[in-house]
């Protein structure tokens, strides 16, 4: 089963931050936290990961708390093309449990 | 990030046929991955495809239904063997990037079984 917990969906402004939470209080110490998104069933598209410390890539910024139990993906300016399912997933790296993810919907 | 090839990109088959789904990556990799995603579901892993070795299935999954090749650092197949209607679903390959600890995903193979 999946270590994380994310909201089924979620709606957003285009040109706004879109904030996306996970909860995942039963990581480990050497998982890291991944996010992935899939737009309309293509292969999921790799995003951003971390492992304690906070990150950010030219496409999001990933916030996780100091107890490591929750985060936050950022898209900093969402646009219609980041409506997609997106999904949070804790790791050490190698298998990766898939959840629910969080359907984004970017509304103009 | 590594570029990965999946053949067909989409097939429709009948049932009691079997399908072979081919992997082509542009560098080698250690690790790679088959998953299925089911209409309106998340993926699911379905093994581990060994290089030398034969392919390591999760629960639910086993060699018979899914037997999965892989020749060398570069390539792999899933067959989907003795298809049903149940079987249709999208098929990814994924490989690690173990310098960077990030998986990737190929684009998927999208099968209809009739």
């Known amino acids: 089963d999946a270590k994380t917990t994310q909201p089924p969906s979620m709606d957003c402004a285009e040109g706004r931050a879109a904030n996306l939470p996970c909860n995942h209080s039963?990581?480990?110490?050497?998982?890291?936290v991944y996010w992935y998104r899939q737009i309309h069933s293509q292969g999921p598209q790799y995003i951003i990961h971390?492992?304690?410390n906070n990150e950010t890539n030219e496409m999001a910024s990933l916030i996780i708390t100091e107890d490591r139990k929750s985060s936050t993906l950022i898209l900093p300016h969402a646009t219609l093309r980041d409506t997609a399912v997106y999904y949070c997933i804790v790791s050490y790296g190698n298998k990766l449990v898939f959840g629910a993810g969080t359907i984004l919907r970017v509304k103009s | 990030s590594a570029v990965i090839s999946q053949k067909p990109s989409r097939d429709i088959c009948q049932r009691g046929t079997s399908l072979t789904i081919q992997c082509q990556v542009d560098s080698q990799v250690t690790m790679m991955f088959w998953y299925r995603q089911q209409p309106g579901q998340s993926l699911t892993l379905i093994a581990t495809?060994?290089?030398?070795?034969?392919?390591?299935?999760e629960s639910g999954f086993v060699i018979d239904k899914f037997p999965i090749s892989r020749p060398n650092l570069t390539f792999s197949t899933l067959t989907v063997s003795n298809m049903s209607p149940e079987d249709s679903s999208i098929y990814l390959c994924?490989?690690?990037?173990?310098?960077?600890?990030?998986?990737?995903f190929g684009a998927g193979t999208r099968l209809s079984v009739l």
């Open positions: 971390g492992l304690k």
């Open positions: 994924s490989v690690v990037d173990l310098a960077k600890n990030i998986q990737y």
């Open positions: 495809a060994n290089q030398g070795s034969e392919a390591t299935y």
């Open positions: 039963t990581i480990s110490g050497n998982e890291y």
